[in-house]
């Protein structure tokens, strides 16, 4: 393993030139910046009067103050990072999206799927070839044309994106805001049963909508006001579209409690994975992210059974179907749950030294039922 390390102060400015496998990037406290990547990978750490330049001709994990401004310009593989404060911009990146903690976010293409959970600032992603999943952002949201599925959830601030496929989102616009979603499948829609904005509908199939009786609507259905309408939205599809205010309100699907779980152990493993390296250096044998597969393996794995169990729910009689809904939003969910802390619980006493990489891996095993 090559690394590399310099003091570059709390809020360094670092450009990645090019790393034509994977990027790690993660924030953690101090001015050091240290890169690791494989042997024969040619990293090169270079210091110039404004900023720090970085290449790798293979993957590469970089660790870096939570000041940092990061600016890439070609990756090859996938982009992760997590717990940084400063502006992140991607111009072309070969691979997926898993981000994490961040301020502002601006990437021009991703080949991939883009998943982005807790931004604090604006988001905007021009291109993604596969789906997008935005969680809990405080700022403004911009996907320009995503070529799969849209999911938005816990978002406030305008945005406009457009789909290729369907889009399912949960919104609560702040007065003011501005939204414009379209998709090119079906399109589902929630709103809080307080929320004040006028929503303009557009559907090639049929429009359905679910609204509180002070809700009014114009005679086509096309426009319905809700409160005082103090923000707009604006939704359009070329299939079905859904429009619900205040019914699923504080209620969370399977999906959506195996996707919190999935965001939130995904970044926690990957600042563990990052505090092991850190720790471990170049111990032989030691690999925390084989480590961490089998954690994601293992929530993989809890997802599939929650779903499952949804599936079946759904085949049943209607009468069955408040039993069978606890059977899912309780059983499946907390499978993924328990699952998700014992998998953590071992990296812990591992981090701590409680037990040795060796250990770690057989009770990992041992959970997932491995031989």
Known sequence: MESKTLDVGPAPRVKVLTVRGDLRLSGREGRMLEAKAPRGSQLSV???????????HSDCLVFLPTGASVE?????????????KGDLTADAVGGGLDLHRLGNLKVETVGGDAHVHKISG??????????????????????????????????????????????????SPQPGS??????????????????????????????????????????????????????????????DLWLRAGEAE?????????????????????????RMQ????????FDSERIGEHVRRAVERAQRHAEHARERAAKHHAG????????VRGEGAQAGRASAEEQ????????????????????????????
Do not use: F, Y
């Open 46 to 56: 270079l210091a110039t009067e404004d900023h720090v330049e970085l290449t790798s």
């Open 122 to 171: 604006d988001l905007s992603i021009e291109r993604i070839g596969g789906d997008a999943l935005v969680d809990e952002g405080e700022g403004s949201v911009h996907l320009g044309s995503v070529g799969g599925d849209v999911r938005l959830r816990r978002l406030s601030r305008s945005g406009e994106v457009r789909a290729g496929g369907d889009a399912r989102v949960q919104l």
């Open 250 to 274: 504080g209620e969370e699907t399977a999906e959506d409690i195996g996707e919190h779980i999935a965001a939130e152990v995904e970044a926690r493993i990957a600042q563990m994975e990052a």
């Open 320 to 327: 069955l179907q408040a039993a069978l809904r606890l059977d």
């Open 72 to 84: 890439v310009d070609s990756i090859g593989g996938d982009l992760r990072a997590t717990g940084l």
């Open 278 to 285: 850190a720790v471990a250096g170049g111990v032989p044998g």
């Open 344 to 371: 953590l619980s071992i990296l812990r006493m591992l981090e701590q030294g409680k037990i040795t990489v060796e250990e770690a891996e057989q009770l990992l095993r041992a959970l997932e039922g491995e031989a």
């Open 178 to 239: 501005h939204w414009s979603i379209h998709a090119g499948g079906d399109l589902a829609c929630d709103l809080p049963s307080q929320a004040s904005v006028m929503v303009r509908v557009e559907a090639g199939g049929e429009l359905r909508l679910s609204v509180p009786e002070a809700a009014t609507t114009d005679e086509d259905g096309a426009v319905v006001r809700l409160g005082s309408g103090d923000a707009e939205l604006h939704l359009s599809c070329g299939g």
